[in-house]
């Protein structure tokens, strides 16, 4: 096959993680740690995300007036992808991918799903490998990290495979994975994933290549067993099932009009949105405020201390009674201590 990447896909909380440190250990090229998103109690292992892509794809995204919670309009994704300047931008990353050393280079941003028409021009021929995780996982780890409601996340999930599907350049190899099924039988699933890639990028099969591969799944690392969930709206079982045909037949067709979100979903997304920014600004302005009287409070105390250094430098005249002045700073200084 002519392809020289590999891009990994799916929902936030997915698994896609995982999914990327195999296609890694398997031999793809990732930017050096120092490049990459940290990890962090969420992701301990790593998010295997280039710091680069994720803080263009923001950007790309707050322009078009979307974020990872709300796709762009689609007019507006195809004027950007129009535009000269943004493009060769785009470009400029895909090159220092492509320069890293270790091919085939590899990428992996959730925000993806959300940016195919604009990015697949740009990268062209490129291997997919498609996270899927059971809704309700998912869903129990985005209450956990966010604080999102069920229904909320459950709008977020649709959306994000119902682009992901939609879009996907039908000449693509891509290889879909089910998270549930790599934590139940590591060692059949990594060799499944080694075999895709080992076809698509001509490489000779390796037992050493694939029980590195294995090592890297730990069941225990998922939290979301056992925990209570609601039911699933019908659409996003339906998108789940359709999901999971493709795990042995990639290639069937999508039809898009049957599981598109619906339009009262999309009304109280939008109207949840709107309160989560106007709280959020809100909140931006007292972190304003807050570090204004702080270093209001830092400015003052400097200047005390340089007035007390300064007196007790100088020594008090003979016989001298407090002025003015040095009552008013007496008084300021114990003004000062109360307020601390």
């Known amino acids: 096959m002519d392809v020289d990447g590999i891009v990994v896909l799916g929902m936030h909380r997915s698994g896609s993680s995982l999914l990327a440190e195999l296609a ?96 697949q021009p740009i990268w062209g021929r490129v291997a997919c490998l498609i996270s899927i995780r059971h809704p309700q996982g998912t869903l129990a780890s985005l209450r956990r990290r966010d604080g999102f ?63 590195a591969m294995r090592g890297a799944v730990q069941p225990q690392l998922d939290h979301s067993r056992g925990v209570p969930a609601e039911a699933l709206q019908p659409a996003v079982e339906g998108l789940y099932a359709e999901l999971c045909r493709r795990v042995h037949e990639p290639e069937l067709p999508f039809s898009a009009e049957d599981w598109a979100p619906e339009p009262a979903w999309w009304r109280d997304h939008l109207a949840a949105l709107r309160e989560q920014e106007l709280l959020a600004g809100r909140n931006a302005e007292l972190e304003t405020d807050l570090s204004r009287e702080r270093t209001t409070r830092l400015e003052l105390e400097a200047r005390l201390q340089a007035y007390e250094d300064e007196r007790r430098s100088q020594g008090p005249p003979p016989n001298a009674r407090p002025g003015p002045l040095e009552r008013a700073l007496d008084n300021l200084r114990r003004w000062w201590e109360a307020a601390r």
């Open 149 to 211: 409601p069920e229904t909320r996340s459950q709008l977020l999930w649709q959306c994000s495979y119902h682009e992901l599907l939609r879009r996907l350049d039908t000449e693509a190899p891509r290889c879909f994975v089910r998270y549930e099924a790599l934590l139940a039988d590591p060692a059949a699933e990594s060799a499944r994933l080694a075999d895709f890639l080992d076809r698509c990028f001509a490489r000779a099969p390796s037992t050493e290549t694939r029980h």
């Open 24 to 119: 890694m250990r398997w031999g793809a090229g990732m930017p050096p740690e120092a490049e990459l998103v940290p990890a962090n109690g969420w992701n301990p292992r790593g998010y295997w995300e280039p710091q680069a892509l994720v803080d263009f794809n923001r950007a790309l995204l707050e322009r078009l007036d979307a974020s990872w919670l709300l796709p762009p309009d689609p007019a507006a994704l195809v004027e950007a992808a129009h535009d000269a300047k943004l493009v060769e931008a785009a470009r400029g990353l895909l090159r220092k991918a492509r320069s890293t050393g270790a091919q085939p280079w590899l990428w992996k941003d959730p925000r993806l799903p959300f940016l195919l028409p604009f990015w």
